[in-house]
């Protein structure tokens, strides 16, 4: 690629993810990869399956640094396509080495990816911030993504701080939720969000413990105090997660 070229693309990137401002230098972002997918004609889960294990295999074997699952909408509104495949890297840095090597070694699990299942109408990645996250990355379970806009005048890492003190309040009234702050950065279009607000839960029986103190003990309204400041979010969609391998799996 011309180094000119390259030049532009990095800071692009850059810049979407709010990498380049003063105020976001103690945030820590780690790019996230977002496809959604429509199972071809006559293809089932099933023969999704076989092609992910080999994916996984061939990640395995490359010592490739990368998380991933399939989502399946389960509470959602227009959501006009089958699943979405979600990865993640844990830097930049594993982006560009796992990029690299599967354009030049992944060719042929790529296209039995593409027997199986049409990819080809969103691709984009965001870059995301822990909140309230553990080491590792998160297995089954679900995941709720709510699509969020600044309020006038305010910074995404304003936002992102605020974030952080709802999130310790949610856990100190009993959330079970594990969330990051995902910023829209290459392939985002005019109509994406400023962010979203992404939880995670491992079990629906922690969802509901979850939303029981959300909605019937003051979850909600201690919440709003501290992110209404800051940004307004649409209510989220729910998808169900299958955990296709993990970072360090070998």
């Not at 990051?180 to 995670?200: C, Q, T």
Request: with cysteine; proline share 4%.
């Amino acid at each position: 690629m011309n180094k000119e070229i390259l030049l532009v693309v990095i800071t692009a990137f850059l810049v979407s993810a709010g990498w380049v401002s003063s105020a976001s230098a103690a945030m820590k972002g780690t790019p996230v990869d977002w496809r959604t997918c429509d199972l071809r004609d006559g293809k089932t889960i099933e023969d999704l399956n076989k092609v992910t294990a080999k994916f996984r295999a061939y990640a395995s074997k490359s010592n490739t640094e990368y998380a991933a699952w399939t989502l399946f909408p389960q509470y959602h509104t227009d959501q006009d396509y089958d699943l979405a495949w979600m990865g993640a890297w844990p830097s930049a840095g594993s982006f560009g080495v796992s990029m690299e090597g599967w354009m030049k070694d992944g060719k042929g699990v790529a296209a039995e990816f593409d027997q199986v299942m049409d990819c080809s109408s969103r691709h984009m990645m965001v870059v995301s911030y822990p909140i309230n996250a553990l080491a590792g990355t998160p297995e089954d379970g679900m995941w709720l993504f709510s699509a969020c806009n600044l309020n006038e005048g305010v910074s995404v890492p304003e936002a992102y701080e605020a974030h952080l003190e709802a999130g310790q309040v949610m856990k100190t009234m009993g959330s079970l939720s594990t969330s990051w702050m995902m910023v829209p950065s290459i392939g985002a279009g005019p109509n994406d969000p400023d962010y979203y607000h992404a939880l995670a839960f491992y079990r629906y029986s922690d969802l509901g413990a979850s939303l029981e103190m959300f909605i019937n003990q003051g979850g909600q309204e201690a919440r709003g105090e501290i992110l209404n400041k800051v940004s307004s979010c649409r209510t989220p969609a729910l998808f169900d997660a299958v955990s296709v391998r993990a970072y360090d799996e070998r």
